[in-house]
Nanobody
Framework: QVQLVESGGGLVQPGGSLRLSCAAS????????MGWYRQAPGKQRELVAA???????NYAGSVKGRFTISRDNAKNTVYLQMNSLKPEDTAVYYC???????????WGQGTQVTVSS
């Protein structure tokens, strides 16, 4: 059974930092592109950052320079380090595993990130 479990969300003040983690099971982790998406109330889900099996990364323009995505294939885990957080970063953050051969997506349950003073 494929499962993605996110952790690390919470409430943080503007300018603060959080690190999200996503532990995967039931998939060949090293063969998947891993990504973080977010969805704010009333808005569509959007890509925040992704890292391919080969380690290439891409970021949404709004987070470039503040967020860093990384993966540890030995631990089947992907991370999102978020620095200099802004109120507009408030959203539910979802982990995604994409099988780029089968074009199949697996999603985590989401973790809430709230940036507020």
């Amino acid at each position: 059974q494929v499962q993605l479990v996110e952790s690390g969300g919470g409430l943080v003040q503007p300018g603060g930092s959080l690190r999200l983690s996503c532990a995967a099971s039931g998939i060949i982790f090293s063969g998947h592109t891993m990504g973080w998406y977010r969805q704010a109330p009333g808005k569509q889900r959007e890509l925040v950052a992704a890292v391919t099996a080969g380690g290439n990364t891409n970021y949404a323009g709004s987070v470039k320079g503040r967020f860093t995505i990384s993966r540890d294939n030995a631990k089947n885990t992907v991370y999102l380090q978020m620095n200099s957080l802004k109120p507009e970063d408030t959203a539910v953050y979802y982990c995604n595993a994409r099988n780029t051969i089968l074009l199949k997506d697996t999603w985590g349950q989401g973790t809430q990130v709230t940036v507020s003073s």
